[in-house]
């Protein structure tokens, strides 16, 4: 590995000096960063700054949240990133109940025709603060779809017309 994950230079106190070529390596490597030109293995906005952290490599973590439980709920930021305005999973589920695509679902079983329970592999913190919105496709156009959290990691999704299972789309919300 090569700088900035590793030192340009040791320094021992009362022995090494400053370098041009050392200070010249850290400012083109700030000026980077600041201009955008350099890249970043994970950034950790946390409101606090300072802190020591380790970021998941290729992620940008926001930790302010938006959402509020009484009218009128907090305003944004337009373009302003929040953790619980971020999909929490995203699902896209056969008929039979198989998976064909998804993040962070640990299972899809197909309950009885038109209905799939979805468990998440991590949920929110409670079930009040899950947002699910499903979506069917049918043989004659779109069906109407229902998705109800049971828990802070499962959700109902009902799918389906007269004992007929629809393939689905889920997207979760959650804090």
């Known amino acids: 590995m090569a700088w900035p994950l590793t030192p340009i230079q040791t320094f021992i106190s009362n022995v090494t000096r400053w370098t041009a070529a050392w200070a010249n390596q850290v400012q083109a490597g700030v000026n980077g960063i600041v201009a955008g030109t350099y890249s970043l293995i994970g950034v950790v906005a946390d409101g606090v700054g300072g802190q ?5 490599p290729g992620t940008l973590q926001a930790a302010a949240a938006a959402g509020g439980t009484s009218t009128p709920t907090p305003s944004i930021t337009k373009q302003a990133l929040y953790r619980d305005l971020v999909p929490i999973a995203v699902a896209a589920v056969s008929a039979a109940g198989a998976l064909v695509w998804g993040v962070n679902i640990a299972s899809v079983i197909r309950a009885s025709a038109g ?16 947002v699910p919105i499903a979506t069917s496709q049918g043989l004659s156009g779109a069906d109407p779809a229902q998705a109800d959290v049971t ?5 109902e999704v009902y799918a389906g017309q007269g004992g007929n299972s629809n393939a689905f789309f889920l997207v979760v919300w959650g804090d």
């Open 52 to 56: 020591t952290i380790t970021a998941v």
């Open 115 to 130: 209905h799939f329970t979805v468990t998440l592999t991590n949920g929110a913190s409670s079930a009040a603060k899950m």
């Open 151 to 155: 828990n802070a990691t499962t959700i």
